[in-house]
């Protein structure tokens, strides 16, 4: 155990300077009783006193003191807590399409306002990386734990040309693995499409049915893939390392017409690809047809719940401590003595 202010420890002394002065002032007691002629009349006279259980309430007086004085100087240990724990790609379509007005102001901004309200939901066991994705995918904000870097990195986020959802799903596999020694889920990746031996080491395929639960990707998009690779194609990478992707339809099956450097182009939203990927990989899908229910689908992706060891003040463990003793010492004299101690 180690205190946060260890100089208040000294006021521990009060507490044998007390027990001794108890003791001098029981045996000063003892002494008065002596001067009496016969002993054995004030016995009499007095009846049976109150023997061991007049020290009791003192006692735990002097126990709650301690614990009390202890708390002074703000103990901690290590103790076992639970907190959510994990990383979360956010991977964020920034596509053209994304510009489109069927949510207020924008796609794009409606998802840029929803993010951030996921980020400021996380616990602080939890890193979070933003990807964004167009024609390509970038790590705009490698996983961190800073809620405050991962927001400036959603405010960059502009929108671009084309829709690449594969390359997205690959650049947030990439952000998860970053740091460990097998090859890049990417370069894996497009090194398997294109009939090429796969460098370095691969990671072997996980059970069926076992997920990494401590890693996911959530991908918002419009879903109107139209870049290679197709993210049917890339999603054994995902599988084979266990990581679930939810994914987030943005806009209607109707879509809306919109104005792209001077072309009008109709942009529809495509669930079936969607929910395709969420199947796949365990996942699920959700589709956010206005900005509330946008806000609200990020409210309801957790990550796991964990329990950790932590260094944790203990303060309020030894202030209760001290005062359950001292409401014990007082119903104990109220109870054998009538008067509080």
């Not at 202010?5 to 009060?14: D, E």
């Not at 182009?265 to 229910?293: P, W």
């Not at 005062?323 to 109870?335: D, F, K, P």
Request: proline fraction near 6%.
């Amino acid at each position: 155990m180690t205190f946060l202010w260890p100089g208040n420890l000294f006021l521990v002394l009060l507490v044998p300077l007390l027990v001794a002065a108890y003791v001098w002032a029981q045996r000063r007691r003892h002494r008065y009783a002596l001067r009496y002629a016969s002993l054995s009349l004030v016995r009499e006279a007095l009846g049976r006193g109150p023997g061991w259980r007049r020290h009791v309430p003192p006692a735990l007086l002097l126990a709650a003191l301690f614990f009390m004085l202890v708390a002074t100087a703000r103990p901690q240990t290590v103790v076992t807590v639970p907190v959510q724990e994990g990383t979360v790609i956010l991977a964020i379509d920034v596509s053209g399409s994304m510009q489109a007005e069927d949510l207020r102001p924008s796609r794009m901004e409606a998802a840029k306002a929803a993010a951030k309200a996921f980020v400021e939901k996380q616990g602080p066991g939890v890193r979070i990386g933003i990807v964004a994705f167009t024609g390509d995918a970038q790590i705009v904000q490698t996983p961190t734990f800073d809620k405050d870097l991962v927001a400036a990195g959603i405010d960059r986020l502009r929108p671009q040309r084309a829709t690449a959802i594969g390359r997205g799903i690959l650049a947030s596999l990439d952000a998860i693995f970053e740091g460990s020694e097998e090859v890049p889920p990417s370069v894996a990746a497009l090194a398997r499409l294109a009939g090429e031996p796969v460098p370095g080491a691969t990671p072997q395929p996980l059970p069926q049915g076992v997920r990494d639960t401590s890693a996911s990707i959530v991908l918002l998009s419009d879903g109107q893939n139209n870049q290679f690779p197709a993210p049917q194609q890339i999603l054994d990478e995902a599988v084979n390392r266990g990581i679930r992707i939810y994914t987030v339809g943005v806009g209607s099956a109707e879509g809306t017409v919109l104005r792209i450097q001077g072309r009008t182009v109709r942009t529809r939203l495509d669930e079936a690809t969607l929910k395709q990927i969420a199947e796949i990989t365990d996942g699920q899908y959700f589709n956010a047809s206005n900005a509330e229910d946008l806000r609200a689908v990020y409210e309801n992706l957790t990550t796991q719940l964990v329990f950790r060891n932590e260094k944790t003040e203990v303060t309020a463990l030894f202030t209760a401590l001290a005062a359950i003793l001292s409401v014990v010492a007082a119903a104990l004299s109220l109870l054998w003595f009538q008067r509080i101690p």
